[in-house]
């Protein structure tokens, strides 16, 4: 059984781990890399938290058998798009061993659920272009791709 519900501060640093492990599971060097990666995440977020923006959430999946783990995150917040704050999802992501069971999916429609009532119509990401899982995802959930950014970690899209 999966539960979603807002992160609260004590959850920083279950997130963090989370959020390393999924996007840079393995071992060896890449679980050296990870501890730093998981560091830095765990420093963002509480700045992020720090900041205070009314705006901004992080919505957590939890599996409740058979004990309460966090096995999914996404963050929501206003960024500046084309000059105009717009809210901007980051860091999904679903803990490797729980992948393919809807939870991306049932993320996604949380935060979209929750600008239902808001003036905003839109809402941003980006992808890496490599990233099938993830491109396939927001396809389903009728994401498009509105352009493309080189700038940043090679070549990805921005829906
Ligand atoms: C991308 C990610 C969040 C998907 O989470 P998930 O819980 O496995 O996704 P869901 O089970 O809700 O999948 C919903 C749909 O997305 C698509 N999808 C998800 N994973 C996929 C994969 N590996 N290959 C192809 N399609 C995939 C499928 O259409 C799937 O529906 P289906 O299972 O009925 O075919 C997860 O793979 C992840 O954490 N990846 C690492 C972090 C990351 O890349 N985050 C996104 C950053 S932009």
Redesign the pocket.
């Known amino acids: 059984m999966i539960e979603i519900r807002l992160a609260a501060a004590a959850d920083i640093p279950s997130v963090a781990l989370l959020v390393a492990f999924?996007?840079h599971p393995g071992n060896g060097w890449q679980a050296l890399w990870r501890s730093f990666v998981q560091l830095g995440i765990e420093h963002d977020l509480r700045d992020r938290w720090r900041s205070a923006s009314p705006h901004y959430r992080c919505w957590l999946a939890i599996t409740t058998t058979p004990q309460p783990l966090c096995v999914g995150s996404v963050e929501l917040d206003l960024r500046p798009i084309n000059g105009h704050p717009q809210p901007y999802l980051s860091n999904?992501?679903?803990h490797p061993d729980y992948?393919?069971?809807?939870?991306?999916?049932k993320l996604l429609s949380t935060v979209t659920a929750s600008l239902a009532a808001s003036p905003y119509s839109s809402l941003y990401?980006h992808?890496l272009a490599k990233?099938?899982?993830?491109r396939?995802?927001y396809r389903?959930c009728g994401f498009v791709v509105i352009g493309e950014d080189t700038t940043v970690w090679g070549s990805g899209s921005y829906c």
Do not use: D, E, K
């Open positions: 999924s996007f999904l992501a679903v992948r393919r069971q809807g939870i991306g999916r990401l992808v990233n099938n899982a993830a396939q995802l389903r």
